[in-house]
């Protein structure tokens, strides 16, 4: 048996995604999650229904997941940080303060979408940074940082029902550290900004925290439940974050870079970071705040 969900922060075109699939598709159940989320119980293979669904749904700003009825509750929730559970690039809102923001966005957006090494790249904009008071910091959290939409809701009801919550970004943990205990994650992973009498030295600690690292950090707290990467629910919008959303049972691309969206076993494109919830079966009356 799968599962179809359907999300839209728009209950007009959801019921015209209702409309839409359930003449093609053999539902045997229809279970309302919360507002803007349903979720239909069908028969058949998921790469087929998938298919169908998704042309069915052209030009809809629908979010939907097919998958395995059993088993949807993730033990393990493993999330990029920036624009994924916050709303920006915070290196690239550090070199606004440094004056250089267009060249390091430019360098950002390649390596995100998996033109540029991860690793040579961040060392790259980073050196841009030398002599960067290291109170900018703080001034870039405090005005520019914010959980996206969902963020907090999706972290904390895992969270409340046995999951483990861990941020892993290609960033730095001056904001990971903060960002993780805004919104509720155990624990997180990320690269460290070099500071050397008060000012940046350009400088980011190593080895750094890249894709392979955060395949690692999927590997090894799965590990640590005791279960495998199929119990893992992984998130992220750029290719640094393919390999585990690829290695996770339900990789989830949010708003991403088209190399993720292709690989990623469901989008989020319209929805707010509650629709990881609905996927997983959660109901509204579930979430904690």
């Known amino acids: 048996?799968?599962?179809?969900?359907?999300?839209?922060?728009?209950?007009?075109?959801?019921?015209?995604?209702?409309?839409?699939?359930?003449?093609?598709?053999?539902?045997?159940?229809?279970?309302?999650?919360?507002?803007?989320?349903?979720?239909?119980?069908?028969?058949?293979?998921?790469?087929?229904?998938?298919?169908?669904?998704?042309?069915?749904?052209?030009?809809?700003?629908?979010?939907?997941?097919?998958?395995?009825?059993?088993?949807?509750?993730?033990?393990?929730?493993?999330?990029?940080?920036?624009?994924?559970?916050?709303?920006?690039?915070?290196?690239?809102?550090?070199?606004?303060?440094?004056?250089?923001?267009?060249?390091?966005s430019a360098i950002t957006e390649r390596a995100m979408r998996g033109e540029l090494a991860f690793e040579g790249a961040l060392r790259e904009r980073v050196g841009m940074l030398a002599g960067l008071s290291a109170d900018a910091l703080r001034q870039c959290y405090d005005e520019r940082v914010r959980l996206n939409p969902g963020a907090r809701t999706l972290v904390r009801t895992m969270a409340a029902h046995g999951a483990r919550c861990v941020l892993v970004s290609g960033g730095?943990?001056?904001?990971?550290?903060?960002?993780?205990?805004?919104?509720?994650?155990?624990?997180?992973?990320?690269?460290?900004?070099?500071?050397?009498?008060?000012?940046?030295?350009?400088?980011?600690?190593?080895?750094?925290?890249?894709?392979?690292?955060?395949l690692t950090a999927l590997i090894e707290e799965t590990a640590a439940l005791g279960v495998g990467p199929d119990q893992a629910l992984a998130i992220g919008d750029g290719a640094n974050d393919l390999a585990m959303i690829e290695a996770a049972g339900f990789g989830v691309a949010y708003h991403a870079k088209p190399v993720v969206a292709a690989q990623a076993d469901a989008r989020v494109d319209h929805a707010d970071l509650t629709a990881l919830l609905y996927f997983q079966g959660y109901r509204a009356a579930e979430f904690s705040a």
């Not at 960002?179 to 997180?188: L, P, S, T």
């Open 1 to 104: 048996m799968l599962s179809l969900t359907l999300v839209s922060p728009d209950p007009s075109a959801l019921s015209a995604a209702l409309t839409a699939v359930r003449p093609i598709l053999p539902i045997s159940g229809e279970v309302v999650l919360g507002d803007g989320a349903i979720d239909l119980a069908i028969e058949g293979e998921a790469a087929a229904v998938r298919a169908a669904v998704d042309a069915a749904l052209a030009g809809l700003p629908v979010d939907f997941a097919v998958q395995p009825a059993q088993g949807r509750r993730k033990r393990l929730l493993i999330a990029d940080m920036d624009s994924t559970i916050i709303g920006c690039e915070c290196l690239d809102e550090l070199a606004d303060f440094a004056g250089v923001k267009d060249q390091v």
């Open 172 to 214: 730095f943990t001056f904001f990971t550290q903060r960002v993780a205990a805004a919104a509720g994650f155990h624990d997180n992973r990320a690269n460290t900004l070099i500071e050397a009498d008060g000012v940046l030295t350009g400088q980011v600690g190593e080895p750094i925290l890249g894709k392979a690292a955060k």
